[in-house]
């Protein structure tokens, strides 16, 4: 088992920043990639960006690429979304997710490879 604790969302004005974390326990050692998610209200969960920890290469939404950066830190079983230029689309509950299964990069950009979800984290911009 895996467990995901995220943190670092709140209220944030247009133009903002935010830097959130996915903090993890457990058996963190069979995961190869971590996963951001968003979900707005009465909208599908959509995926924002990944890392794959053996790597650290990343891959990223169009929505968010150029503006949002991931990064992990082996050490600390952390891996954090830095989130720049933020919209008021960007508004959603964010979470992380963890993949204990290889698989080529643009499989990561689905929910399906991930076993383990964290609880979510509120990011509000406002205009």
């Known amino acids: 088992q895996v467990q995901l604790v995220e943190s670092g969302g709140g209220l944030v004005q247009a133009g903002g920043s935010l830097r959130l974390s996915c903090a993890a326990s457990?058996?963190?050692?069979?995961?190869?990639?971590m996963g951001w998610f968003r979900q707005a209200p009465g909208k599908e969960r959509e995926f924002v960006g990944f890392?794959?920890?053996?790597?650290?290469?990343?891959g990223y939404a169009d929505s968010v690429k150029g503006r949002f950066t991931i990064s992990g830190d082996y050490g600390k079983n952390t891996v954090y979304l830095q989130m720049n230029s933020l919209k008021p689309e960007d508004t959603a509950v964010y979470y992380c997710?963890?993949?204990?299964?290889?698989?080529?990069?643009?499989?990561?950009?689905?929910?399906?490879?991930?076993?383990?979800w964290g609880q979510g984290t509120q990011v509000t911009v406002s205009s």
């Open positions: 997710a963890a993949s204990g299964r290889n698989y080529y990069s643009g499989t990561y950009y689905q929910p399906n490879p991930y076993d383990y």
């Open positions: 457990g058996r963190i050692f069979t995961n190869y990639a």
């Open positions: 890392i794959r920890w053996s790597s650290g290469s990343t």
